[in-house]
């Protein structure tokens, strides 16, 4: 056991590990991973309401340019529109506080990483948020409506908690692929838990170590928000018949 | 109760956006990728190595108020066209190619380019020796244009970073490297470069391999390139660029 | 689908004519006199990725098939073993994943002369065996969780009666409940190779060239920056689209 321990490479691993050594490397590139996932996750899901609400009720060209938006971002490769957006997004922000007269504008790798993250995010949280409000029943915003109720208060006092239900297991699912996404950003250079993993990797050459100690990390985020999300959908699905039960 | 924890996220978002607009900071883009012994992050997550140390020598020299920021090496020349940086010391050399995009400043060191293969082959620096192996080469480099050019017969794979050929180097993924004689000479003596030796220098060629490494500055920014060449005159002649370099290596490499 | 009288509304000619014009305006303000150079390339790169997401979609259904049925019906000692692997492999980056197999098997391998005097070493120190195994193993993680459901959901009554007919177990899965089970995931099929066909430039960063590593290798060597990606979008789009298409025909027979 230990010759296959040593082997592998895992034979000093309780020391590189510690918080000390490499170990607190890896801890911060977590924490940056999931400022990133949070950031991103947030934008999409604002996106994602303005762009459900245009969609299904939206003028024509609003509805066109928003099945394009969603279209493109889920045809192309998450590593190429993070290139696309990284460059294309510093360059039109300079050129904005240039023509304002302002300076130029420092963007930070967290800020950056949200805002590349969070335009892939808004695209899907866009269908997942749409599917939802379409299952809300016509009846209850209807009934909103015939009480005079205005648009932005129908909205917040029945469509979003009555969507909630059925938004949460799509939800859950965006902010798995977030949190996994941020992984991506360390093609670009963020110091974010997977090139964290792979600096202290091939410097220490013990690849087993970090490689399997970084995916033990993710697990415990995916496990944590899987149990998290479990008990949110449980809570916004409170006073809706249950849909397990039901005969098949 | 949802909505304002989106909002909080997203103005935490926009804050962060914005924060730390507009410093007199010059931003010093250096490769996110380990490159020892010029430039490698510590467990402690801090940047030290040779090329480092000039930077800071050449900052204060310069009086400029310097910041390090890595930056996948792949894109630090559109990071400086595309201003998330304002110059480059990232251990490049100043080349034809790269000059058409950039300035450079003046040299700051200058090494030759070798080649580096398994102890137990016989292999030698020239395109007949080389012919039929499988050479590693890092992306964007000079070694790269330089293989592309004379190792025509040879198989060339490219890497993101010379850390990933070495490491294939070790694992005999490549049959050889090309590649910096400094940081070469630092991978062989250690544990991981066990296994190889240096094979010699290539045959120069000035116009691909360049004149030396510079700092890199967008083109038209001559008042950072002023500045920038006089730091470097200055810990040239103040003996600050000998006593880094005493530090890290026997001999001289300017 | 889209018929000619949709694409006919005012507002959709008009955008359609601003389309155009930004296309013209790419193609004369922007540089492409690097393309003929690297057009060679690129087709071997892109031949490699559509290579690379043919084999491992084959390859990984058919391992998502015994991980979904083992989950579905298998006794505990097979279902918790393929719930573990689902569940590890949807749950870290398929980066990490790919960088764990090459970086940590490539430093293992070098360990045992005998492996590298073996025949089986010119296979195993190139990166597209990696990048297969990688991909494969990915694909029939989340695959398999799809068969799970698949196989969960089809209707008992037409197992009960295929059983009292006394049809053999073997038969009645062959026959019946795999066929159904497919039908049913059919749908999904189409976007999971989609999500795979995403999934192919991550291998760019162990080395394999295709069409990904291809435009930054365009950009390595001449500092262009958008027009290289721009293109390559646009081909993954043609790619994604074909996918679309292809599974929506297979549905329809």
């Given at each position: 056991?230990?010759?296959?321990f040593?082997?592998?490479?895992?034979?000093?691993?309780?020391?590189?590990?510690?918080?000390?050594?490499?170990?607190?490397?890896?801890?911060r590139?977590?924490?940056n991973?999931?400022?990133i996932a949070?950031g991103?996750f947030?934008?999409?899901?604002?996106?994602?309401?303005?762009?459900a609400?245009?969609?299904?009720?939206?003028g024509?060209?609003?509805?066109?340019?928003?099945?394009?938006?969603t279209?493109?971002?889920?045809?192309?490769?998450e590593?190429?529109?993070?290139?696309?957006l990284y460059?294309?997004g510093?360059?039109?922000i300079n050129?904005?506080?240039?023509?304002?007269?302002?300076g130029?504008?420092?963007?930070?790798?967290v800020?950056?990483?949200?805002?590349?993250?969070?335009?892939?995010?808004?695209?899907?949280?866009?269908?997942?948020?749409?599917?939802?409000?379409k299952a809300v029943?016509?009846?209850?915003?209807?009934a909103?409506?015939?009480?005079?109720m205005?648009a932005?208060?129908?909205?917040?006092?029945?469509?979003?908690?009555?969507m909630?239900?059925?938004?949460?297991p799509g939800?859950?699912?965006?902010?798995l692929?977030?949190?996994k996404?941020?992984?991506?950003?360390?093609v670009?250079?963020?110091?974010e838990?997977?090139l964290?993993?792979?600096?202290?990797a091939?410097?220490t050459?013990?690849?087993?170590?970090?490689?399997?100690a970084?995916?033990?990390?993710?697990?415990m985020?995916t496990?944590f928000?899987?149990?998290?999300?479990?008990?949110?959908?449980?809570?916004?699905r409170?006073?809706?018949?249950?849909?397990?039960?039901?005969s098949? | 109760m949802?909505?304002?924890?989106f909002?909080?996220?997203?103005s935490?978002?926009?804050?962060?956006?914005a924060?730390?607009?507009?410093?007199?900071?010059?931003?010093?883009?250096?490769?996110?990728e380990?490159?020892p012994?010029?430039?490698?992050?510590d467990s402690?997550?801090?940047?030290?190595g040779w090329?480092?140390?000039v930077i800071?020598?050449?900052c204060?020299?310069?009086?400029?108020?310097?910041?390090?920021?890595?930056?996948?090496?792949?894109g630090?020349i559109?990071?400086?066209?595309?201003?998330?940086?304002?110059?480059?010391?990232?251990?490049?050399?100043?080349?034809?190619e790269?000059?058409?995009?950039?300035?450079?400043s003046?040299a700051y060191?200058?090494?030759p380019a070798?080649i580096?293969?398994?102890?137990?082959?016989?292999i030698?620096?020239?395109?007949?020796?080389?012919?039929?192996k499988i050479?590693?080469i890092?992306a964007?480099?000079?070694?790269?244009?330089?293989?592309q050019?004379y190792f025509?017969d040879?198989?060339?794979k490219?890497?993101?970073?010379q850390d990933?050929?070495?490491?294939?180097?070790?694992?005999?993924?490549?049959?050889?490297?090309?590649?910096?004689?400094?940081?070469?000479?630092?991978?062989?003596?250690?544990?991981n470069g066990?296994c190889?030796?240096?094979?010699?220098?290539?045959?120069?060629?000035?116009?691909?391999?360049?004149r030396?490494v510079?700092?890199g500055?967008?083109?038209?920014?001559?008042?950072?390139?002023?500045?920038?060449n006089k730091?470097?005159a200055?810990?040239?002649?103040?003996?600050?660029?000998?006593?880094?370099?005493?530090?890290?290596?026997?001999?001289?490499i300017? | 689908?889209?018929?000619?009288?949709a694409?006919m509304q005012?507002h959709?000619?008009v955008?359609?004519l601003?389309?155009?014009a930004?296309?013209?305006w790419?193609?004369?303000?922007?540089?492409w006199?690097?393309?003929?150079?690297y057009?060679?390339l690129?087709?071997?790169?892109?031949?490699?990725t559509?290579?690379?997401?043919?084999?491992?979609?084959v390859?990984?259904?058919?391992?998502?098939?015994?991980l979904?049925?083992?989950?579905?019906?298998?006794?505990?000692?097979?279902?918790?073993p393929a719930?573990?692997?689902?569940?590890?492999?949807?749950g870290?980056?398929?980066l990490l994943?790919?960088?764990?197999l090459?970086?940590g098997?490539?430093?293992?391998?070098?360990?045992?002369p005998?492996?590298?005097?073996?025949?089986?070493?010119?296979y195993?120190?190139?990166?597209w065996?990696?990048?297969v195994?990688?991909?494969?193993?990915?694909?029939?993680?989340?695959?398999?969780e799809?068969?799970?459901?698949?196989?969960s959901?089809?209707?008992?009554g037409?197992?009960?009666?295929?059983k009292?007919?006394?049809?053999?177990r073997f038969?009645?899965?062959r026959r019946?409940?795999?066929p159904?089970a497919?039908?049913?995931?059919?749908?999904?099929?189409g976007?999971?190779?989609?999500?795979?066909l995403?999934?192919?430039?991550?291998?760019?960063?162990?080395?394999?060239v295709?069409?990904?590593?291809?435009?930054?290798?365009?950009?390595?060597?001449?500092?262009?920056?958008?027009?290289?990606?721009?293109?390559?979008?646009?081909?993954?789009m043609?790619?994604a689209?074909l996918i679309?298409?292809?599974?929506?025909?297979?549905?329809g027979?």
């Amino acid at each position: 056991m230990t010759g296959l321990f040593e082997t592998l490479g895992l034979g000093a691993s309780a020391e590189l590990l510690s918080l000390s050594s490499w170990g607190g490397n890896l801890l911060r590139g977590l924490a940056n991973s999931l400022q990133i996932a949070v950031g991103a996750f947030g934008m999409g899901l604002v996106i994602g309401l303005f762009g459900a609400y245009g969609k299904l009720y939206g003028g024509k060209v609003t509805r066109d340019l928003l099945a394009i938006y969603t279209t493109v971002i889920r045809a192309v490769p998450e590593l190429v529109l993070i290139l696309i957006l990284y460059y294309v997004g510093s360059d039109i922000i300079n050129k904005i506080s240039e023509a304002f007269g302002g300076g130029r504008v420092e963007i930070s790798g967290v800020a950056a990483g949200i805002w590349v993250l969070g335009v892939v995010q808004g695209a899907y949280a866009t269908e997942v948020l749409r599917g939802a409000i379409k299952a809300v029943p016509v009846g209850q915003i209807e009934a909103a409506k015939s009480y005079g109720m205005p648009a932005f208060m129908i909205m917040r006092r029945v469509t979003i908690p009555a969507m909630m239900g059925f938004a949460v297991p799509g939800l859950a699912n965006l902010w798995l692929i977030a949190t996994k996404d941020t992984a991506l950003l360390a093609v670009v250079g963020f110091s974010e838990l997977t090139l964290e993993t792979r600096q202290a990797a091939s410097s220490t050459r013990a690849y087993f170590t970090f490689f399997l100690a970084a995916g033990f990390l993710y697990l415990m985020v995916t496990l944590f928000s899987g149990a998290v999300f479990a008990r949110i959908e449980k809570w916004a699905r409170r006073g809706q018949p249950s849909l397990k039960g039901g005969s098949s | 109760m949802k909505i304002k924890a989106f909002l909080t996220a997203v103005s935490a978002a926009a804050m962060l956006a914005a924060g730390g607009a507009a410093a007199e900071q010059v931003k010093i883009g250096i490769a996110a990728e380990p490159y020892p012994p010029f430039a490698s992050p510590d467990s402690a997550g801090n940047w030290v190595g040779w090329e480092i140390e000039v930077i800071e020598a050449v900052c204060a020299a310069a009086e400029l108020d310097c910041v390090i920021t890595p930056v996948a090496w792949d894109g630090i020349i559109p990071s400086l066209t595309g201003q998330q940086i304002d110059a480059i010391m990232a251990s490049m050399s100043i080349t034809e190619e790269r000059l058409k995009t950039i300035d450079f400043s003046d040299a700051y060191y200058n090494t030759p380019a070798v080649i580096v293969a398994d102890k137990s082959i016989d292999i030698e620096p020239t395109p007949e020796s080389l012919a039929g192996k499988i050479i590693g080469i890092q992306a964007s480099t000079i070694h790269q244009a330089y293989a592309q050019e004379y190792f025509k017969d040879a198989e060339l794979k490219v890497y993101q970073t010379q850390d990933e050929a070495n490491q294939d180097l070790f694992a005999g993924r490549i049959d050889a490297t090309q590649a910096d004689s400094i940081a070469m000479a630092d991978f062989v003596n250690s544990d991981n470069g066990s296994c190889c030796e240096i094979k010699g220098a290539v045959a120069d060629d000035p116009a691909i391999l360049g004149r030396g490494v510079g700092a890199g500055v967008r083109k038209g920014d001559t008042e950072l390139l002023e500045a920038l060449n006089k730091g470097i005159a200055a810990i040239l002649a103040d003996g600050t660029h000998e006593k880094i370099t005493e530090g890290y290596f026997t001999t001289s490499i300017y | 689908m889209i018929t000619v009288k949709a694409l006919m509304q005012p507002h959709r000619i008009v955008m359609m004519l601003l389309f155009a014009a930004l296309i013209i305006w790419c193609a004369f303000s922007l540089r492409w006199d690097w393309i003929p150079q690297y057009a060679p390339l690129a087709l071997q790169g892109l031949w490699t990725t559509i290579w690379l997401l043919v084999v491992t979609t084959v390859l990984g259904f058919l391992l998502a098939v015994p991980l979904g049925l083992a989950q579905a019906i298998g006794p505990w000692y097979l279902a918790t073993p393929a719930r573990v692997f689902c569940t590890i492999i949807r749950g870290t980056p398929l980066l990490l994943q790919i960088w764990l197999l090459y970086y940590g098997l490539g430093s293992l391998f070098p360990q045992f002369p005998w492996i590298r005097s073996s025949e089986l070493w010119p296979y195993l120190r190139q990166a597209w065996p990696y990048a297969v195994l990688a991909l494969t193993l990915s694909f029939a993680g989340y695959e398999g969780e799809v068969m799970r459901g698949a196989f969960s959901s089809v209707a008992k009554g037409q197992l009960e009666a295929a059983k009292s007919f006394g049809m053999p177990r073997f038969t009645m899965f062959r026959r019946i409940w795999l066929p159904q089970a497919v039908r049913n995931v059919l749908p999904t099929l189409g976007g999971e190779t989609i999500l795979q066909l995403k999934a192919t430039p991550l291998v760019a960063t162990i080395t394999v060239v295709e069409i990904y590593a291809v435009s930054s290798r365009v950009r390595s060597d001449t500092f262009i920056v958008y027009e290289p990606l721009l293109l390559l979008a646009l081909v993954y789009m043609v790619l994604a689209g074909l996918i679309a298409l292809a599974f929506r025909r297979f549905e329809g027979v």
